[in-house]
């Protein structure tokens, strides 16, 4: 079965200190790798997919990145407001995603 | 908002009970996905339909069961609750297979 792996558990940065999630999946032929933002209490609301290894995509200040065994989710300068759990997710044969644990992130005015 | 639409927003009840938890997908969408999250499982995925036709189970238990209505809505039912039943059920929908799932605000369940 697809595995996900999300690390670390949970980051606390200063509100301007730029860092990086990490994604990391075994997974027989990758069918998409998704990132989402949780609120606590609150659905998934979807960032991004990545579909091949070296594919980037941005938004605001987030990047995500893909390569063959893993992917990162950059934060650039974040905002007391980008606080939240980050999912990744990998797509499990046509149909179901498998999320990982989350990292879960606070930026301090 | 997502577009996807869940009722009722928190549940309280009592073990051995039953409850139905509604889901409207976005228009448009003909996929509609259940998922559980609890503290210590994350979210996993219970069912699929698409079309008012079941396509994937996960680790569903036969105490649950689903189901996809012609108007696209769909129901999840849950019966003889036990405690460790309480968690937040999502519901999510996409267009077709394959893309990005869109997800719902949540029923939390509370068995007592």
């Known amino acids: 079965e697809d595995q996900v792996t999300q690390s670390p558990e949970a980051l606390r940065l200063q509100e301007g200190e730029s860092s990086s999630l990490n994604c990391s999946y075994t997974v027989s032929g990758l069918r998409g790798l998704f990132w989402y933002r949780q609120d606590p209490g609150k659905g998934p609301e979807f960032l991004f997919t990545?579909?091949?290894a070296g594919e980037e995509k941005e938004k605001e200040r987030l990047k995500a990145t893909l390569t063959k065994k893993e992917s990162f989710l950059h934060i650039t300068a974040p905002k007391p407001e980008d606080s939240a759990t980050y999912l990744c997710a990998v797509k499990e044969g046509a149909q179901k995603l498998v999320f990982g644990q989350g990292t879960r992130l606070t930026i301090n005015p | 908002d997502s577009g996807v639409t869940q009722t009722p927003k928190h549940l309280i009840t009592a073990t051995g009970q039953r409850v139905t938890l509604r889901c409207s997908p976005r228009s448009g969408d003909l996929s509609v996905y259940w998922y559980q999250q609890s503290l210590d499982q994350g979210l996993q995925f219970l069912i699929h339909?698409?079309?008012?036709?079941?396509?994937a189970k996960g680790n569903i238990l036969e105490r649950f069961s689903a189901q996809q209505f012609p108007d696209l809505h769909s129901e999840l039912n849950l019966s003889s609750l036990e405690l460790g039943d309480s968690a937040l059920y999502f519901c999510?929908?996409?267009?077709?297979?394959?893309?990005?799932?869109?997800f719902g605000p949540g029923t939390r369940l509370t068995v007592l």
């Open positions: 339909y698409y079309n008012g036709e079941e396509r």
């Open positions: 999510a929908s996409s267009v077709v297979h394959g893309r990005e799932q869109f």
């Open positions: 990545l579909y091949s």
